[in-house]
């Protein structure tokens, strides 16, 4: 039933579809006919000389490219990103077979998706449909900021987090201070990270951490999705990431990271009104521009905090599930409450100690 409905609004929609791998021809092309308006070429080439013949009106909408020996589609990616007119096609690669550096630089070349045979053809075209719908309805992270929704937390809430978060600053400061002076120590870089997180009402602001990435971590992340915790066997890719045994963390950013000190600095956060000590965790930019389904924005709908649901039920755990997170935080964001906050914190100080490395 519900593949029947995706081929209907596949074919209503009238999508486009470009296709060079003929090393998946036999088992996904008679599928992909059935389902979208399909142009083949056999190589590269053929289809570069193919869009050139196209207008702005007839380009395709997906491009589907088998990863070659030499591993030249990533060369034709990178022309299309560079080209203004073509950088929007939805872009998805085939590979015979799994190859960590391969993924690195489908991650690199930002395409939208990568299969690995045996590719399942359902799963392909449900896939196709919804990265064509996505780009034509994403809204902008800047928009969403300025959605027309405020989230006022509840008076005696407010009062709460003020009062404990100020104690626990005047009473911690001098372990904030040893921390620090470590941390300083041990490598350059400032004490504090400091990044933009999306909070309630899909708010953005500076959320605080002590560092324990060595400096330029960041920028090293796409080279190590491999190691990320969350599953990823439901769609084979994932929103969230926490990476395991992540190899960008400082001797002492790791001790840190087990006793959750590093999220310490988080309380000026809520001193200042950006989270509340308990809630769903407020995400990163490029984490909460892919929640805007109507099914996963229902967190963004309650207040963002220090600690929440997934922190003590789920954290750590290798087997946990993209989905699993998800429901924890709607689940929180339509029914918190004052006792739901005190359990979730008499439960956070055992939930703070991670056996897990991420």
């Known amino acids: 039933m519900i593949q029947s409905e995706v081929n209907s609004n596949t074919k209503n929609k009238s999508i486009s579809l470009l296709y060079s791998a003929q090393s998946f021809a036999s088992d996904l092309l008679p599928e992909l006919e059935k389902n979208f308006v399909l142009h083949s070429e056999s190589n590269i080439e053929d289809l570069d000389s193919?869009?050139?013949e196209q207008s702005i009106y007839t380009l395709p909408d997906v491009i589907l490219l088998e990863v070659d020996e030499r591993q030249e589609c990533f060369d034709y990616v990178a022309k299309l990103k560079n080209n203004v007119l073509l950088k929007g096609l939805v872009i998805i690669l085939l590979a015979k077979q799994k190859d960590a550096k391969v993924r690195e630089k489908a991650m690199k070349h930002k395409v939208n998706d990568l299969y690995i045979a045996p590719v399942p053809v359902n799963d392909l075209c449900e896939r196709i449909f919804f990265l064509v719908k996505f780009k034509l309805?994403?809204?902008?992270?800047?928009?969403?900021?300025n959605v027309n929704f405020t989230y006022k937390i509840p008076l005696f809430k407010r009062l709460?987090?003020?009062v404990a978060s100020g104690m626990a600053l005047l009473i911690l400061l001098p372990f904030f201070i040893v921390v620090a002076l470590i941390i300083a120590?041990?490598?350059?870089?400032p004490v504090i990270?400091?990044?933009?997180?999306v909070g309630t009402g899909y708010k953005i602001f500076d959320f605080y951490k002590f560092r324990s990435m060595r400096v330029g971590a960041s920028e090293e992340?796409?080279?190590l999705s491999d190691l990320n915790q969350y599953d990823k066997s439901e769609t084979g890719t994932t929103t969230f990431v926490k990476l395991k045994n992540d190899p960008r963390v400082t001797k002492f950013g790791s001790f840190i990271r087990t006793f959750s000190i590093d999220e310490l600095p988080q309380l000026f956060n809520v001193f200042i009104g950006?989270?509340?000590l308990v809630g769903n965790r407020p995400l990163p930019l490029y984490e909460a521009e892919m929640l805007t389904s109507n099914e996963w924005t229902m967190r963004f709908l309650g207040p963002a905090g220090l600690t929440g649901l997934w922190q003590v039920s789920r954290r750590g755990k290798a087997d946990m599930s993209e989905r699993e997170r998800k429901k924890l935080d709607n689940f929180y964001?339509?029914?918190?409450?004052?006792w739901l906050d005190l359990k979730i914190l008499l439960k956070t100080l055992p939930a703070a100690v991670q056996k897990e490395k991420v």
Not at 138 to 143: A, F, G, N, V, Y
């Open 333 to 338: 964001a339509q029914n918190h409450s004052f």
């Open 50 to 52: 193919y869009i050139k």
């Open 193 to 197: 990270f400091r990044s933009k997180r």
């Open 137 to 145: 309805i994403k809204p902008q992270l800047s928009d969403l900021s």
């Open 274 to 276: 950006d989270m509340s």
């Open 160 to 162: 709460f987090d003020i």
């Open 221 to 223: 992340l796409t080279k």
């Open 185 to 189: 120590f041990e490598s350059k870089g």
